[in-house]
């Protein structure tokens, strides 16, 4: 076996994470499963409610059953993993201008939720510091979302 051979067969051994490479879509799913607070244990009326949201987000254009898949991956990678760097590791696969449709969505997605009082501005908080919102901007969306 040559080392070129014996290089490909070892970087075969260690796929991509789900965090690697992350494209917009995907960025978006992972702000709005962090906004959504789940409790991962019990997530299915969660996960039901963000694929509504996502659906009809302008910026989705995957089909319903990629989104759902989407954000299957994320929830459980975020299960067991830290959803703070992957909030950061979201934010930072983003430009400026996607960064404001995500807070956008954030603020949808925490207030529509089954308890929109709880921990909403806490969350949301979070999302708009990494996110680098603005607070004349993240104060108008919260208010259309309230």
Do not use: W
């Not at 014996?6 to 992972?30: H, L, N």
């Not at 244990?41 to 963000?50: G, H, I, M, N």
């Not at 929830?75 to 960064?99: Q, S």
């Amino acid at each position: 076996m040559t080392m070129i051979d014996r290089d490909k067969k070892e970087m075969a051994a260690y796929p991509q994470g789900p965090f690697d490479d992350i494209k917009v879509q995907e960025a978006f799913t992972i702000i709005a499963v962090y906004a959504a607070r789940m409790d991962y244990q019990d997530c299915e009326a969660d996960v039901k409610r963000l694929a509504l949201i996502l659906e009809r987000h302008p910026m989705f254009a995957a089909r319903k059953k990629e989104i759902f898949s989407m954000i299957n991956k994320f929830v459980n990678a975020m299960k067991v993993g830290d959803p703070l760097n992957a909030l950061v590791t979201a934010a930072e696969a983003l430009t400026p201008e996607h960064k404001n449709s995500a807070f956008e969505l954030a603020a949808e997605v925490a207030l529509s939720g089954k308890d929109p009082s709880a921990d909403k501005k806490k969350v949301l908080d979070t999302i708009k510091t990494r996110l680098s919102i603005g607070n004349g901007f993240a104060r108008e969306v919260r208010l259309r979302h309230e």
